[in-house]
Nanobody
Framework: QVQLVESGGGLVQPGGSLRLSCAVS????????IGWFRQAPGKEREVVSC?????????YYADAVKGRFTISRDNAKRTVFLQMNSLVAEDTAVYYC?????????????????WGQGTPVTVSS
């Protein structure tokens, strides 16, 4: 059973940065596609960024975060990161990481099997 634990959320001023971490336990990280999602109050959950495990896989970013967010993974440490820069109020949400064993290369279309509990991010002055 894979378990995911997010950390790194908090309160940040507009224009600031945060780095979210997702610690994965129970299995090797390199056998999973990993996604970062967020859900703002009153809105549906949306994919922010993801990494597939397929050799033809891609790194995906939602349009709203392109150029500002960077996803990365450290397989040895079994941790996935989301570096978030130039934060704006619209980035305020609970951020979740998720994992799935599918090798489908379009990671943003996957139905993820494993989810963390979420970490809140608030961007406000």
């Amino acid at each position: 059973q894979v378990q995911l634990v997010e950390s790194g959320g908090g309160l940040v001023q507009p224009g600031g940065s945060l780095r979210l971490s997702c610690a994965v336990s129970g299995s090797r990280l390199d056998t999973y596609a990993i996604g970062w999602f967020r859900q703002a109050p009153g809105k549906e959950r949306e994919v922010v960024s993801c990494l597939s495990i397929s050799s033809y896989g891609r790194t995906y970013y939602a349009d709203a975060v392109k150029g500002r967010f960077t996803i990365s993974r450290d397989n040895a440490k079994r941790t996935v990161f989301l570096q978030m820069n130039s934060l704006v109020a619209e980035d305020t949400a609970v951020y979740y990481c998720a994992a799935d064993r599918s090798t489908y290369h379009r990671c943003w279309e996957l139905v993820y099997d494993y989810w963390g509990q979420g970490t809140p991010v608030t961007v406000s002055s």
